[in-house]
């Protein structure tokens, strides 16, 4: 009997070539709608899918592959006399390799301002039944749903290689393809239900590049994209130079892109395992990381800096002055590319730097996923109380505003002294809130003096007050909702200390 391959495919990237090296080796080709037509204009003979089924193609092509003469063909087992006799019964040619990918969904609703109908006439079905039912039965079906297992099968046939070992690979890729888009259209549709956290959640990503090693070097790791992520996300960075990102880069990386989005003026980032060590901000993005720079020129070496500014001639003399990792920034003049550049190791990214919109965060635990909102609580002052006898003067206010918007990305228990324009102590990932406080203090010295303090959760004592006021703090910006925050009051307003309660806490674990 002829060797049989159906071909329905909507991305046609080398499907002319394949189609005609299966041809040579003994297959009749069976295709539907545009594919048969390409084919056919490419001079390959081919049978018309409705010329199988004996049934036309209808309701708009929704209905075309969906038929017993196509599913038996692909499902029937070779070795099984009953099915094979069945098939001789009901006159069905079995169809022994199949080429299918689906409907561009994904780059649908990718578009912007995508219409709801198209979307959902860009949800394949046939296509997703028939690659089941080949990759079900992958030991006598071939079955690919990507061009570039084109030359795979070629080379099998070419070298009359026993393809059972690859037919299972080949199913098995099936089957990610077809749970991937799955997930992107119940994705799609469950965030059109507004429907949060539904009563299943099924994530996909595409391997975007396997790294050298994870955290530690005796760890495996890889890299994935979200298929649909915004072109902020840090899987979108270009490259620019410098050897590939490591698993900790990566984690730095997105943590300094996080903190430098938090501002419209120009700013500076300096982060070091996954925690801000300097934040800058100024009148223009020099100022801004000389004040990054100085608020911890010890931790800043060998860590990552994130701008949001075109890096020019004047901050590329500055970064090229310190080892760090690596710098992220929306662009690079063509001179301050060449300065960075004489540094080897470095590795420059561009990403844009606008605002992205607001994504679930993920953390995985032994056997399960943590999924939440992501952390965008309200920054205008009139959304804050003062809890103190004592006003912010409009100086603390900005001074407030800053530390409370960088105290938000310090793992808890958190504690930032700033000034308007600069960090210049941070306590971070402490067991207790004192223990986080007297380390930024002793950071900050004798900046403290005038500073204000953020911390990310109430006070359970009013020792952190007192610490705060033995080194000159003069504002504090804390959550409120201790059952103490009297005694934290109390002891603002015997030291004169204004304080402020923001009403939300930042947890950062």
């Known amino acids: 009997m002829t060797r049989r391959a159906l071909i329905s495919v909507s991305d046609k990237t080398g499907i002319v070539n394949f189609a005609s090296q299966l041809v040579n080796y003994g297959y009749e080709i069976v295709s539907t709608g545009g594919t048969k037509r390409v084919l056919e204009e490419a001079g390959i003979s081919v049978i018309g899918i409705s010329d199988v089924t004996e049934f036309p193609e209808i309701l708009d092509c929704r209905v075309k592959t969906l038929h017993p003469h196509i599913h038996a063909g692909l499902l029937a087992k070779r070795d099984d006399d009953q099915h094979m006799a069945t098939l001789q019964e009901q006159a069905i040619q079995t169809i022994d390799l199949l080429i299918v990918n689906l409907y561009p969904f994904k780059e649908t609703i990718s578009k912007q301002d995508v219409q709801h109908n198209e979307a959902i006439e860009n949800i394949d079905i046939g296509g997703p039944a028939m690659l089941r039912a080949a990759a079900k039965n992958y030991q006598d079906v071939t079955v690919v749903v990507d061009p570039s297992d084109y030359e795979r099968v070629i080379d099998h046939m070419k070298d009359a290689q026993d393809s059972s070992q690859l037919n299972q690979a080949l199913a098995a890729k099936v089957y ?29 990503y595409d391997l975007k590049e396997s790294l050298r090693y994870g955290e530690n070097p005796h760890q495996q790791a890889a890299f994935y994209a979200n298929p649909l992520a915004s072109e902020t996300s840090l899987v979108h960075a270009k490259q620019r130079h410098g050897k590939a990102l490591s698993y900790n880069n990566i984690q730095d990386a997105n943590a300094a892109l996080q903190i430098v989005r938090e501002f419209s003026e120009p700013a500076a980032v300096a982060v070091k395992h996954m925690n801000p060590c300097g934040v800058g901000i100024g009148d223009h993005l020099d100022q801004a990381f000389t004040r990054a720079y100085g608020a911890d020129p010890v931790s800043i070496f060998g860590g990552i800096v994130a701008v949001n500014r075109e890096v020019d001639e004047a901050v590329a003399n500055q970064l090229s002055q310190i080892f760090l990792e690596i710098v992220i920034a929306p662009s690079y003049t063509e001179r301050a590319f060449e300065i960075l550049t004489q540094k080897k190791n470095i590795r420059l990214l561009e990403l844009p730097m606008t605002e992205d919109s607001p994504e679930p965060t993920l953390h995985s635990v032994k056997g399960g996923l943590l999924i939440q909102d992501e952390d965008r609580a309200p920054k205008e002052i009139a959304d804050y109380s003062v809890a103190t006898d004592r006003e912010p003067t409009e100086a603390e206010w900005q001074q407030l505003l800053f530390s409370w918007d960088v105290v938000k990305h310090v793992k808890s228990n958190a504690i930032v002294l700033a000034t308007s324009h600069q960090t210049i102590g941070i306590g971070a990932g402490q067991m207790n809130r004192i223990g986080a406080a007297k380390i930024a203090i002793e950071q900050a010295g004798d900046q403290a003096k005038g500073a204000v303090m953020a911390s990310d959760a109430f006070f359970p004592m009013d020792d952190t007050v007192e610490a705060a006021h033995q080194a000159g703090v003069t504002a504090i910006i804390q959550p409120g909702g201790s059952k103490r925050d009297a005694d934290s009051i109390q002891k603002c307003n015997e030291y004169g200390i204004a304080m402020v309660f923001t009403g939300v806490r930042h947890f950062k674990h």
């Open 176 to 204: 990610r393809h077809t749970a991937q888009y799955d997930a992107l259209v119940a994705e799609y549709l469950t965030s059109e239900a507004s429907e949060s956290f539904p009563e299943s959640k099924t994530i996909t």
